[in-house]
């Protein structure tokens, strides 16, 4: 019952040892030495695919053994990775403009990357940090100036109200001065003709003679 062999002399066929029992299957390879002789190798499928069910298990064993160590690798880097993030981000969120204020270190495990970006945030803050530190500076400066400004403006309008008193007393007293006689202190012919011009516009508004 032997089926016909393929190209590389592998075959298989059904046999029993006995009549009472029931056929095995076999696999088998057949070769021709030079001298004409025909050499049969066979053994038992089911002992085959055991052997062959042995090898895959130990295939699978180590590609199992193999995706366990890439994921321990896998999570290694990663920890090396989110550390040293997590401690980026925490300074990024607690970034503070005082003098007294660091970028934290990273950690002694960090990638050369991430140590990049350490480097170029503290370098970041320090220039931050002077540039506010110039900036109140400048704004202290500028109060004091506006201080300084506003008592000298005050000054002036105090200076300002104190000669506009003056200057209205003189204006009274050259008034006066130009309505009375300076010897007799009787009003002069000037406030008379300017006391009769208002009495006759009055008179005439009034229609009073």
């Known amino acids: 019952s032997a089926t016909a062999p393929n190209r590389s002399g592998v075959y298989n066929f059904e046999h029993s040892s006995s009549s009472n029992q029931s056929p095995q299957r076999y696999l088998a390879a057949r070769s021709k030495t030079d001298d004409g002789w025909q ?34 690798f ?7 990775i989110v550390g040293p993030l997590k401690t980026l ?9 005082g003098e007294d204020a660091t970028i934290p270190l990273p950690p002694a495990d960090t990638p050369r990357e991430v140590t990049a970006v350490f480097r170029h945030l503290d370098s970041m803050g320090r220039r931050l940090r002077q ?5 109140r500076a400048a704004v202290r400066e500028g109060e004091k100036l506006r201080t300084e400004l506003e008592y000298v ?16 007393e003189a204006n009274t007293a050259l008034r006066r001065l ?15 003709a300017e006391f009769l011009s208002q009495t006759w516009r009055q008179g005439q508004r009034d229609k009073q003679p």
């Open 178 to 192: 130009s309505r009375v006689d300076s010897l007799t202190g009787v009003a002069n012919r000037r406030w008379f």
């Open 39 to 72: 050499v049969i190798v066979f053994d038992p499928l089911s002992e085959v695919q055991r052997a062959l069910l042995k090898e895959y298990a130990i295939a699978l064993t180590w590609l199992v053994i193999a995706i366990v160590i890439s994921v321990c």
């Open 74 to 80: 896998a999570l290694a880097l990663a920890n090396s």
């Open 153 to 168: 403006i005050a000054n002036r309008e105090k200076e300002i109200a104190k000669r506009t008193e003056q200057l209205k």
């Open 131 to 135: 540039s506010y530190q110039e900036i």
């Open 89 to 97: 981000d925490w300074a990024v969120r607690h970034f503070n403009l």
